[in-house]
Every structure is written in C-alpha cells, then in structure tokens.
C-alpha cells in the first residue's frame, strides 16, 4: 500500500468525523442519531491507521478476506440507521396526525365562537350546540 | 345541552367532494332535521369546506390530508368533547342514504359498532373477480373474529357507541383499509360488540369508485396486511396508543 492511499484512507475518515462533529456543534444533528456516525467513523478511523487491525480482526472471526469484513460491517451499520429512520418517520407521522387533528379542532372552536351560534350543527337552529366537556388529555 | 335526546352526531369525511357535498347535506336535512352533523374536510383543496359553511354546518379543515381514518378520528374526538353518546359515518359522495341513519342507531342498543352492509340482502350493488373473492375473504376472516356475520366490511356506512368511540379516540388507524379492516380486529380485540344490517346502497353522486380493474390484486394484498397487522398488535395495543 502506498503512502497516498494510506494517508487518503486517514484523511476520508477525518472529514467524516470532522463533518459530524461540525453537524452536531451546530444543532443540525442530534446526539442519538449522530452516535452511529461517530462509530463507524472512529472504526474507519482506527482501521486505516492500523490496518493490520482489520487483518487480526478478520483473522479471529474466519474471514478469509479483511476487506469482506469491513463491507459487511458497513452494510450492516447502514441497515440499521435506514431501519431506526424509518421507525422515527413513523413516530413522527403520528405525532403528526394528532398535531393536525388538534389544529383542525381547535380551529373549529375558535371559527365556532368567533361566529356566535351562526355554525352550529343545524342551520336555522340557535344554540342548540352542545356545552363543551372538558375532556383531559392524554398522549 | 338542549338536545340531549339527540345524542347522535353525524360525522362526514369527505376529501375534494364539493360536487356532490351540497346535496348530501341537504338531503341529511331532509331526512334527519334534528341530528347534528359535521363535516371533516381531510385537507381538501377544492370548494368542499366553503360549501358545508355556507349551508351552515360546522365544519372541521385538517391542515392535511389524513386519510378517512384520520378524518373520522378527528370527528370521533370531536363527539367525546362535546358530550355526544354515538356517531354515525356517511360518506360525502352520495352512495349512503340518509334516511337508514336512524335503524343504524337504534341497532346501538345492542352493540357498539353498527355497519350497513350492502350486500346483506336489500338493495342491488354487486361485485365480481377478484375484489369479490377478496372482500369475500375478508368477511369471512373477520366474521370469525367478531363473531358476528359480516357481509361487507369495507363498507364507510358505520354507527358507533360512545364505548366505541372511546376504544377508537386514540387508536383508529390511518393506514389504508385500517379503518374498516383493522377497525373491526381492533374492536373486537376490546370486546366490543358488531353487527351489521342490510342497506340498499346506490350510485355515487360525483366521483369514482376507489378501487377497480387490476388494482384488485393490491387492494387484496394490503387488505390481508391490514387484517393481519390488527391480529399481530400487542393487545395493549387496542388501548390507548399513541
């Protein structure tokens, strides 16, 4: 291996970590999901200052070929942070849901006592909305 | 409260419907003068909402489209916070008559969610190939887990009971045919009781039907996701989520 690859292989670790480390500084990505990130950039790191790492690494687990460990792994870091973001789209839509149902509602009310009884459930009919309960809320 | 004997709210999801909206509502008048009714626009784009104001019905605009189980959620709260005892879903295209609401609610003496089913005997609406065979097996399936007979489970003509309405507040789901499919799983798996009675249901005012032709096979294969999906729930599930 050349010099220019091994400090090239330094130097793309570096950016990663640096570009996460910046991200997070800045609010722009937050600690949970940054962890990943900085995992998998300190192991690129390590390993292209120390390659013979993955070489023992490798050795210990049976694979025949080092550079084969380290795609698997990388593949394997990789689902794991598409999965745990399609989880969190998930969470989010839902919060989402309700947000805009309260929205909608709080609307409405606000629509329904600025007009007086004018929107109530029938036209031609005068208060004839029901009181409105006090519900306690949960979620 | 000045109609406490009218504890029924009708409940209206309707989607861009400004075509047929107005003569929905106004047959509603017709049929059911003293019902109150809201109408859940899930972020039209069109007239709809303008349309209900002007008539002079409350309406509820979701910001964004949530699909019929979001906008019907939205109308389940909206009855539990203002003190109503059932809720009646119609759809805003014409296809439910109106002057059956009152046989749905009185049938809420005896359970909790109510469906008209439009192939239970009355009326002349039929289906053939595969979205037959798959609503077919979705009654069949879903018969099972409600014992009850269930003829037409996809069918948005629905009474529901306040211990209904309460199940669903917080847990009715938005995903497509969760909120007929996966409702009833869920309403069964909290012991709620559903029947159905027959209805004559007819041709829509303004609108195409949602599902035809080829689309068939992935209305079957989303309608099994969502019936397996209710059963594979943990059942604390079917109280209280999110």
């Given at each position: 291996m050349s010099l220019w690859t091994y400090l090239t292989g330094i130097l793309v670790a570096?950016?990663?970590?640096?570009?996460?480390?910046?991200?997070?500084?800045?609010?722009?990505?937050?600690e949970r999901h940054a962890i990943w990130w900085l995992v998998g950039g300190v192991l690129i790191l390590i390993v292209t200052i120390f390659p013979a790492t993955l070489?023992?690494?490798?050795?210990?687990?049976?694979?025949?070929?080092?550079?084969?460990?380290?795609?698997?792994?990388?593949?394997?870091?990789?689902?794991?942070?598409a999965l745990q973001h399609s989880s969190e789209i998930t969470s989010h839509e839902k919060k989402l849901r309700v947000l805009t149902e309260e929205v909608a509602l709080l609307k409405q009310r606000l629509e329904e006592s600025n007009t007086g009884a004018a929107s109530a459930g029938r036209p031609g009919r005068v208060g004839r909305t029901p009181a409105v309960k006090k519900t306690s809320r949960r979620s | 409260m000045g109609s406490s004997l009218q504890p029924t709210l009708i409940v209206i999801p309707a989607f861009n419907e400004e075509e047929s909206i107005g003569a929905v509502l106004t047959e509603v008048r017709r049929h059911l003068p003293d019902t109150d009714i809201v109408v859940i626009s899930d972020g039209s784009m069109d007239a709809t909402a303008a349309i209900v104001r002007q008539q002079g019905y409350r309406v509820i605009e979701l910001p964004i489209n949530l699909g019929v189980g979001g906008a019907m959620r939205t109308g389940f709260k909206f009855a539990l916070r203002n003190g109503y005892q059932s809720v009646v879903q119609l759809?805003?295209?014409?296809?439910?008559?109106?002057?059956?609401?009152?046989?749905?609610?009185?049938?809420?003496?005896?359970?909790?969610?109510?469906?008209?089913?439009?192939?239970?005997?009355v009326g002349d609406y039929a289906v053939r190939g595969p979205r037959k065979w798959a609503m077919g097996f979705l009654s069949w399936s879903l018969s099972k887990i409600c014992h009850t007979p269930l003829t037409d489970t996809t069918s948005g003509f629905k009474a529901l009971s306040l211990k209904a309405l309460t199940v669903f507040e917080n847990n009715y789901p938005a995903e497509y045919l969760g909120d007929t499919v996966e409702a009833l799983v869920i309403a069964a798996r909290a012991k709620l009781i559903v029947r159905e009675i027959p209805v004559t249901m007819r041709k829509r005012l303004a609108g195409q039907p949602s599902h035809n032709g080829l689309r068939s096979m992935i209305q079957l294969a989303r309608a099994l996701m969502a019936l397996f999906f209710g059963l594979m729930r943990p059942i604390d599930a079917t109280r209280g989520l999110s």
């Open positions: 570096l950016v990663i970590l640096v570009t996460v480390v910046q991200m997070m500084r800045h609010g722009r990505l937050r070489e023992f690494v490798a050795g210990v687990l049976g694979v025949a070929i080092p550079i084969n460990l380290s795609l698997f792994l990388a593949v394997g870091v990789l689902a794991l942070l | 759809d805003a295209d014409g296809q439910h008559d109106p002057s059956l609401v009152p046989q749905l609610v009185k049938e809420l003496d005896q359970a909790d969610i109510v469906i008209g089913s439009r192939f239970a005997g």
